[in-house]
């Protein structure tokens, strides 16, 4: 796979949208895993710090409500 920023060869992949990306390219940006309310009715959310990020994507600071489907 090649980064898609440049032509080199890819590092690693974007977290968020899944783009090739080579050691110069890549950035970091903490990853939502998931949501949910904690103890006391307060919102957590589990993240992993520091996932790859591409720079292009852009991704939602907060989770998309995903009403469901009928
Ligand atoms: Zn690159
Ligand atoms: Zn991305």
Known sequence: MKCCR???EAR???RFCGRGLCQDHQ???TFVLT???GSKR???S???ADALYCGICKPQPEPIE?????
């Open 12 to 14: 690693g992949v974007c």
């Open 46 to 48: 589990l993240v992993v």
């Open 42 to 44: 307060v919102p957590k």
């Open 6 to 8: 440049c032509d080199q």
């Open 66 to 70: 995903m009403p469901y489907l009928d």
């Open 27 to 29: 950035q970091n940006r």
């Open 35 to 37: 949501t949910y309310v």
